[in-house]
């Protein structure tokens, strides 16, 4: 069982920058992958980014450039930094690790960009 605590989430004006923090409660060997999901109202759950290893990451088209995943695996932790956020952004964002016994979910994050 992986349980996975997020954080970073709120409200923020266009242009500015979030950082969101997943931790989980396992060890991080077990662990094959991580990545952030987000969900808008009305729309379908989409893989934002996932980290497989620190030089092999991969990213949704629309956040490439402005969002850098990453991890720290003494602490069994991954980010997300994001930059530029704009209002196509706001979601709420969810954490999932991957590992050999299936795949977990973090209970979500909100992310709103406004003025």
């Known amino acids: 069982q992986v349980q996975l605590v997020e954080s970073g989430g709120g409200l923020v004006q266009p242009g500015g920058s979030l950082r969101l923090s997943c931790t989980a409660s396992m060890s991080d060997t077990s662990i094959l992958s991580m990545g952030w999901y987000r969900q808008a109202p009305g729309k379908q759950r989409e893989a934002v980014a996932m980290?497989?290893?620190?030089?092999?990451?991969i990213y949704l088209d629309s956040v490439k450039g402005r969002f850098t995943i990453s991890r720290d695996s003494a602490k069994n932790t991954v980010y997300l930094q994001m930059n530029s956020l704009n209002p196509e952004d706001t979601a709420v964002y969810y954490c999932?690790?991957?590992?050999?016994?299936?795949?977990?979910w973090g209970q979500g994050t909100q992310v709103t960009v406004s003025s």
């Open positions: 980290i497989i290893s620190d030089s092999n990451s």
């Open positions: 999932r690790a991957n590992t050999l016994a299936g795949h977990y």
